[in-house]
Nanobody
Framework: VQLQASGGGLVQAGGSLRLSCAVS????????MGWFRQAPGKGREGVAC???????YTVDSVKGRFTISRDIDKNTVYLQMVSLKPEDTGVYYC?????????????????WGQGTQVTVSS
């Protein structure tokens, strides 16, 4: 199983980015996906998750600005981020769980991507 995250970069505050996570080795109906981030000097925190059935959840700090979605045919999950703030800076990780639970609990995820850097300048 491989998760390949991409789409990070440097953007000014108020800008937008779309992160992608391409999954191989798992069929689309076999996992739920989450996006997490880790700011410098801080722990990893959940941002959004989406179930294999398409039910999505975002944490309050990004609600209304971040949208998680998935393309079943491409076996890819996206995180659309708009109105970015400097506090959104960090390494963003995608993760998949086969435990049939879309959750923000990191311990429940079996597979992790390599991370993609997002830097928002003020």
């Amino acid at each position: 199983v491989q998760l390949q995250a991409s789409g990070g970069g440097l953007v000014q505050a108020g800008g937008s980015l779309r992160l992608s996570c391409a999954v191989s080795g798992l069929s689309s109906n076999a996992y739920d996906m989450g996006w997490f981030r880790q700011a410098p000097g801080k722990g990893r925190e959940g941002v959004a998750c989406i179930s294999r059935g398409g039910s999505a959840y975002t944490v309050d700090s990004v609600k209304g600005r971040f949208t998680i979605s998935r393309d079943i045919d491409k076996n890819t999950v996206y995180l659309q981020m708009v109105s970015l703030k400097p506090e959104d800076t960090g390494v963003y990780y995608c993760a998949a769980t086969t435990r049939n639970t879309a959750t923000m609990t990191t311990d429940l995820y079996n597979y992790w991507g390599q991370g993609t850097q997002v830097t928002v300048s003020s």
